[in-house]
């Protein structure tokens, strides 16, 4: 279904990113994953995911905090692949307090990481998926790309903020055979997810089992986690050509969280 094409994938070295990535490989696409983590082990999971599914996959170090490693990042996958036809940003971080004790530094990064790190992505991909006359950006947004939740200040915002880059790179691009659409999850049982609940035990003065059950799936009316499946199988499904009228879209994934 992708054969022939190229999608980098950020923050792919875990969670989400990660099956994206092994959705898109299975479909026969090139991979380009990216990520921080143990050399040793990103090598592993590379070489593991190439084996498993025949696909061409190469990693890239980039920090997404970076706009010359973003830069930096598209080269090495043109310079390899000849081209970037599918951009998925996935790259995230999270940090949990109220926001009179949000560190600045944290707001910055969560800033640079989920938002802007997308538009430096979308403004380097987009010159090459208009000459080729192809292209699909995906923006791993939220379901706090919709609505809030007290103590996620910087994450709310920037999720926010995807959705608003999003529509607008649906509309410049609407014309032409490119789509960008946001995928919007509830709460996937990831490592970003697991690092947020002692603190959301701390911020709320409720035990981290609680977290779980009060805050997180009390969320979702499903009461049950999204898998990394699930989210996965919409990109896979947006990246393909049955998706070709699908543009500014905003999928939700979220176990009817953002029906309430
Ligand atoms: P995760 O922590 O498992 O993975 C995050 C990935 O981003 C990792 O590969 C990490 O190395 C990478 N990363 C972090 N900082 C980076 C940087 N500066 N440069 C490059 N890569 C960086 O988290 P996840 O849950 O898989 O999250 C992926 C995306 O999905 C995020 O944008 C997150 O906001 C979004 N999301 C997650 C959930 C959830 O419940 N897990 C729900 C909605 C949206």
Known sequence: MLQ???????????????????????????????????????????SELAHRTNAKI????????????????VRQTTDTFGAVDIMVNNAGIQHVAPIEEFPDEKWDAIMAINLSSAFHATKLVLPGMRERGWGRVINVASAHALVASPYKAAYVAAKHGVLGLTKVTALETAEEPITANAICPGYVLTPLVKNQIPDTAKARGITEEQVVKDVLLAAQPT?????????????????GDDAASITGA????DGGWTAH
């Open 4 to 46: 022939g094409k190229t999608a980098i994938v950020t923050g792919s070295t875990s969670g989400i990113g990660l099956g994206i990535a092994e959705a898109f490989a299975r479909s026969g696409a090139n991979v380009v994953l990216n990520g921080f983590g143990e050399a040793t082990q990103i090598e592993k999971t590379r």
């Open 58 to 73: 190469v990693y890239s170090p980039a920090d997404m905090s970076k706009p010359r490693a973003i830069d930096q990042m």
């Open 223 to 239: 009461k049950q986690f999204v898998t990394v499946d699930q989210v996965a199988a919409i990109a896979r499904f947006l990246a």
């Open 250 to 253: 905003l999928l939700s994934v």
